[in-house]
């Protein structure tokens, strides 16, 4: 890969269709210096409303591909609450501007229009048992609804044969989403895309919360009663860390003495398959791996986040 130039120097297209964005993408190619490894295209996935978490994914793109594309779209089929839907931030302008700061070199912004041009899909990418449990349980058709539009965008942002030279092909996705990120893996593997996906770490508060769009929803109270997800989690991995039983219940427990938290699940799966671990989390030491999962609310607002164990 060449090495990238600094980002104040960088010009920031913004387009709004697949054939712009194709056009953009060879262009952009295209004006590479020569070099002796194949150039490398990064994407970017996001539903806009970015925030430091997202300013670290783009950074980290960044810096191993030498063209990123970075897409804006709010999916509406993976929102099983129109209200919720209605009420995402749409904040172009500003998203703009923090994925200028980061390096983006395209920002794909498409109508729904673009997206689905015969509206909803008849044809459906269906998440299957992966996508049933956890988030899927209580958001209905959410990860089918995901799946269906990162396909899309994989597609739309692939590079083009017509090329004539090899191009490494790469998606990025954030760790704090893991279903997700375990279903888009299974999805590429299966389906046979030509792209590489790569996650990255979570970036919290300095308090510990999980950084999201939906943080700006809650109040003072609320946002440092949330924190509790984050103690649950620490608690857990410290006895994981020293081989203890994980007493998953009792970590559990600390919910019931946040009022305005409702805990909807605190689990500990396989990281690849999400099949829950009921073994050595109670009475016996911990070993191996795991992937430690939960989802709370919070007055209105849902909070996930998670935590690998044993690594």
Same mark, same amino acid.
């Given at each position: 890969?060449?090495?990238?130039?600094?980002?104040?120097?960088?010009?920031?297209?913004?387009?709004?269709?697949?054939?712009?964005?194709?056009?953009?993408?060879?262009?952009?190619?295209?004006?590479?210096?020569?070099?002796?490894?194949?150039?490398?295209?990064?994407?970017?996935?996001?539903?806009?409303?970015?925030?430091?978490?997202?300013?670290?994914?783009?950074?980290?793109?960044?810096?191993?591909?030498?063209?990123?594309?970075?897409?804006?779209?709010?999916?509406?089929?993976?929102?099983?609450?129109?209200?919720?839907?209605?009420?995402?931030?749409?904040?172009?302008?500003?998203?703009?501007?923090?994925?200028?700061?980061?390096?983006?070199?395209?920002?794909?912004?498409?109508?729904?229009?673009?997206?689905?041009?015969?509206?909803?899909?008849?044809?459906?990418?269906?998440?299957?048992?992966?996508?049933?449990?956890?988030?899927?349980?209580?958001?209905?058709?959410?990860?089918?609804?995901?799946?269906?539009?990162?396909?899309?965008?994989?597609?739309?942002?692939?590079?083009? $044969?017509? @090329?004539?030279? /090899? %191009?490494?092909? &790469?998606?990025?996705?954030?760790?704090?989403? !893991?279903?997700? +990120?375990? #279903?888009?893996?299974?999805?590429? $593997?299966? @389906?046979?895309? /030509? %792209?590489?996906? &790569?996650?990255?770490?979570?970036?919290?508060? !300095?308090?510990? +919360?999980? #950084?999201?769009?939906?943080?700006?929803?809650?109040?003072?109270?609320?946002?440092?009663?949330?924190?509790?997800?984050?103690?649950?989690?620490?608690?857990?991995?410290?006895?994981?860390?020293?081989?203890?039983?994980?007493?998953?219940?009792?970590?559990?427990?600390?919910?019931?003495?946040?009022?305005?938290?409702?805990?909807?699940?605190?689990?500990?799966?396989?990281?690849?398959?999400?099949?829950?671990?009921?073994?050595?989390?109670?009475?016996?030491?911990?070993?191996?791996?795991?992937?430690?999962?939960?989802?709370?609310?919070?007055?209105?607002?849902?909070?996930?986040?998670?935590?690998?164990?044993?690594?």
């Amino acid at each position: 890969m060449s090495t990238p130039a600094n980002s104040a120097s960088r010009a920031l297209r913004i387009v709004r269709t697949a054939a712009e964005l194709s056009t953009a993408i060879v262009q952009a190619l295209e004006g590479l210096a020569p070099g002796n490894s194949p150039a490398a295209l990064g994407l970017v996935p996001t539903m806009g409303a970015l925030h430091s978490g997202h300013e670290s994914l783009v950074s980290t793109a960044r810096e191993q591909n030498d063209v990123l594309v970075v897409s804006i779209f709010v999916n509406e089929l993976q929102f099983n609450d129109r209200a919720d839907f209605e009420r995402y931030p749409r904040t172009l302008d500003a998203d703009i501007e923090i994925l200028a700061r980061a390096g983006a070199d395209i920002v794909f912004a498409p109508e729904v229009s673009t997206v689905y041009p015969d509206g909803r899909p008849l044809v459906k990418l269906d998440s299957g048992a992966l996508g049933e449990k956890f988030e899927g349980a209580s958001r209905p058709g959410h990860f089918d609804g995901m799946l269906a539009v990162v396909a899309k965008l994989l597609h739309f942002c692939m590079p083009p $044969a017509s @090329l004539g030279v /090899p %191009v490494a092909y &790469r998606a990025y996705f954030g760790q704090k989403d !893991a279903q997700q +990120l375990v #279903l888009i893996n299974r999805m590429v $593997a299966d @389906l046979n895309y /030509p %792209v590489e996906i &790569r996650s990255v770490p979570i970036i919290r508060s !300095a308090e510990g +919360l999980a #950084l999201s769009s939906r943080n700006q929803f809650l109040t003072k109270e609320q946002a440092k009663a949330a924190l509790v997800i984050h103690r649950a989690l620490n608690l857990v991995k410290g006895r994981a860390d020293r081989h203890e039983p994980l007493y998953l219940e009792d970590a559990a427990g600390l919910f019931e003495m946040e009022p305005l938290v409702e805990l909807d699940y605190f689990e500990l799966v396989d990281p690849r398959t999400l099949q829950e671990l009921a073994f050595n989390c109670q009475d016996t030491p911990f070993t191996g791996e795991g992937l430690l999962l939960v989802a709370a609310k919070v007055g209105k607002v849902r909070l996930i986040d998670n935590m690998s164990l044993g690594y």
